[in-house]
């Protein structure tokens, strides 16, 4: 069982910067690869990044590419997404997700969720 919480989000001027994180608990966490999700009003829900368990690899979606990193430190049981140039586009609410396979675009292999940050780009 993995319990997440996520927290950083804000309000941001389009070009700024915000970190998020996603702080894990149960003892198990290490075994899971991680991944950021995001919902804006009225759209589905997208893949922005994942990351290996072993934090030896990682994926991003097309659209933030570039701009976004994810990274993780199993030792503190966190994840993060760090955030620049940020675009009116990418406010959503933003999701951390847990799975155990790697097959990380498809929202349906992740069995935890977090229950969202909001982020706000303003333009």
């Known amino acids: 069982q993995v319990q997440l919480v996520e927290s950083g989000g804000g309000l941001v001027q389009a070009g700024g910067s915000l970190r998020l994180s996603c702080a894990a608990s149960?003892?198990?966490?290490?075994?899971?690869?991680m991944g950021w999700f995001r919902q804006a009003p009225g759209k589905e829900r997208e893949f922005v990044a994942a990351?290996?368990?072993?934090?030896?690899?990682?994926y991003y979606g097309d659209s933030v590419k570039g701009r976004f990193t994810i990274s993780r430190d199993n030792a503190k049981k966190m994840v993060y997404l760090q955030m620049n140039s940020l675009k009116p586009e990418d406010t959503a609410v933003y999701y951390c997700?847990?799975?155990?396979?790697?097959?990380?675009?498809?929202?349906?292999?992740?069995?935890?969720w977090g229950q969202g940050t909001q982020v706000t780009v303003s333009s």
């Open positions: 997700a847990a799975t155990d396979q790697w097959v990380v675009v498809a929202e349906g292999s992740y069995d935890y």
């Open positions: 149960g003892r198990t966490f290490s075994r899971y690869h």
């Open positions: 990351i290996r368990r072993s934090g030896d690899n990682v």
